[in-house]
């Protein structure tokens, strides 16, 4: 069911964005970054706006180059690019010990991909919460056709807005999504708030490390371009998520880059020095044939004016991503899992642990 061939990719290109529309949305999107002369602040403000904008760009295109599953993970030697994100939604299901019965919250779930993924593997029941209308459409069309549409559904909201009582989920995840907050405190005070007392929150988080220093132009220019890349509005430190994470009441039971240890560095996969058939799409090669083709499905009329541009953006994302993992200053696999106490429930009835 996914976006395999070029007149798919074509017809998916601005998401509910109408087709006249998209080459306006495309330069309204850039003017949010510092390439363009944007700020930090305004992307904050704005964030629903790019974000959505972003999403309704480019989602066509990871679904045409991605699958369903849009993140990377840690690699073995031998592993192709979809057993190791497998593998990695496995290992995050794992560590918050799903298992038949529990009602789980997907935060940022994309069209759903490891959503799907995990309810197979788990036999848990998931929501998973989006606020850009396209992705959920195709995330339903994509769950019924995989028979999970019976335990499996999307809501459409702001994860910095949860449409949820409080203590309602028995567990809570997020994969490369919540980098999008404007204000990762409250991202994580919210999923802290419909997370039920002594269950688990586990997530793989886009940040710059400790090696990232802010006075440094080529580390700023990076940032940017993965900022513009992506639709984020700011890219944080590894330990600025975890102080937020603990002002949010959780309690921290591990963290871990796990970029540091893969035996095949996550950015392999976009890098100009490797080549995968398994991969062809998102290669340099790949990225260059797809760059061909869109333009000549643009010249023609099938794909919409700015559907170039679009492409643009992820080009200028992948060098970056590149760049970044090289020099060592960004990861996108920085893991952590977190426990709401226990002690949450007795405050409500006691007033005290």
Same mark, same amino acid.
Request: net charge negative.
């Given at each position: ?142 769950n019924r056709a995989a028979g999970v549409d019976k335990t499996c559904k999307f809501v459409k909201a702001d994860f910095m807005h949860m449409p949820f009582s409080d203590n309602t989920f028995d567990a809570v995840y997020a994969i490369e999504a919540t980098c999008h907050a404007p204000d990762i405190y409250g991202c994580y005070k919210e999923i802290y708030r419909v997370l039920k ?9 886009w940040c710059m490390t400790d090696s990232f220093d802010p006075h440094n132009k080529e580390h700023q220019d990076i940032k940017g371009e993965i900022e513009i890349g992506n639709g984020l509005p700011d890219i944080r430190l590894t330990?600025?998520?975890? =102080?937020? &994470?603990?002002?949010? $009441?959780?309690?921290? %039971? ?10 095949? *560095? ?52 992948? =060098?970056? &991503?590149?760049?970044? $993992?090289?020099?060592? %200053? ?10 709401? *106490? ?12």
């Amino acid at each position: 069911m996914s976006k395999a061939g070029a007149l798919d990719l074509a017809a998916g290109v601005g998401g509910t964005i109408q087709r006249s529309e998209v080459l306006c949305a495309v330069d309204k999107y850039e003017k949010y970054h510092v390439c363009y002369g944007g700020e930090e602040e305004e992307r904050k403000t704005n964030y629903s706006d790019m974000v959505n904008k972003y999403y309704d760009l480019v989602t066509s295109f990871y679904e045409y180059g991605w699958g369903e599953s849009f993140h990377f993970a840690r690699r073995w030697k031998g592993e192709s690019l979809q057993e190791s994100m497998k593998r990695q939604e496995h290992f995050l299901a794992s560590q918050l010990a799903l298992k038949p019965g529990y009602e789980v919250l997907d935060v940022g779930c994309g069209i759903g991909g490891p959503l799907r993924e995990i309810a197979r593997f788990s036999f848990a029941s998931i929501t998973g919460l989006n606020n850009n209308e396209y992705q959920i459409t195709r995330g339903e069309e994509l769950n019924r056709a995989a028979g999970v549409d019976k335990t499996c559904k999307f809501v459409k909201a702001d994860f910095m807005h949860m449409p949820f009582s409080d203590n309602t989920f028995d567990a809570v995840y997020a994969i490369e999504a919540t980098c999008h907050a404007p204000d990762i405190y409250g991202c994580y005070k919210e999923i802290y708030r419909v997370l039920k007392p002594g269950q688990y929150f586990a997530a793989y988080e886009w940040c710059m490390t400790d090696s990232f220093d802010p006075h440094n132009k080529e580390h700023q220019d990076i940032k940017g371009e993965i900022e513009i890349g992506n639709g984020l509005p700011d890219i944080r430190l590894t330990g600025q998520c975890i =102080e937020a &994470l603990k002002q949010a $009441g959780f309690e921290v %039971i591990w963290e871990k880059d796990l970029a540091e240890e893969s035996p095949v *560095p996550w950015y392999q996969v976009l890098d100009g020095n490797h080549f995968s058939l398994s991969n062809f799409r998102v290669t340099p090669l790949g990225r260059f044939i797809t760059r061909i083709m869109v333009e000549a499905l643009e010249c023609v009329g099938l794909a919409p004016e700015g559907s170039l541009r679009v492409l643009k953006v992820l080009e200028r994302a992948a =060098e970056g &991503l590149v760049k970044g $993992g090289r020099m060592g %200053i960004f990861t996108p696999t920085y893991f952590f899992l977190v426990r709401k *106490p226990q002690c949450e429930s007795l405050v409500m009835t006691w007033g005290s642990c």
